[in-house]
């Protein structure tokens, strides 16, 4: 009943820049919270960013500095702009998000994945 459609994955060179966005819709009533996820080879899914509905925000570590979580609510929107990119950052990105349903339900959705790799 809800989908999460992601975009802007891609190869960038490092100390490059990409932005990351991710397009909910369905049967949502409410969302309380959007974040980004990712997964490299070999490793579990970690958290990149999170934005609550207040627009409170939460970055791992190693992207402090670096990326940026941003949120447009009449687009039921998530971004997720990357800057100074390194080899490290590769993996797929999965975009999140926590919601009640127009069912009233209290769910969970993912998207399919972003391939982002950075590379020379």
């Known amino acids: 009943q809800v989908q999460l459609v992601e975009s802007g994955g891609g190869l960038v060179q490092p100390g490059g820049s990409l932005r990351l966005s991710c397009a909910a819709s369905?049967?949502?009533?409410?969302?309380?919270?959007m974040g980004w996820y990712r997964q490299a080879p070999g490793k579990e899914r970690e958290l990149v960013a999170r934005?609550?509905?207040?627009?409170?925000?939460n970055y791992a570590d190693f992207v402090k500095g670096r990326f940026t979580i941003s949120r447009d609510n009449a687009k039921n929107t998530v971004y997720l702009q990357m800057n100074s990119l390194k080899p490290e950052d590769t993996a797929v990105y999965y975009c999140?998000?926590?919601?009640?349903?127009?069912?009233?339900?209290?769910?969970?959705?993912w998207g399919q994945g972003t391939q982002v790799t950075v590379s020379s």
């Open positions: 999140n998000l926590d919601l009640v349903t127009r069912s009233f339900d209290i769910s969970n959705a």
């Open positions: 934005i609550s509905n207040s627009g409170r925000t």
């Open positions: 369905g049967s949502i009533f409410s969302i309380n919270a």
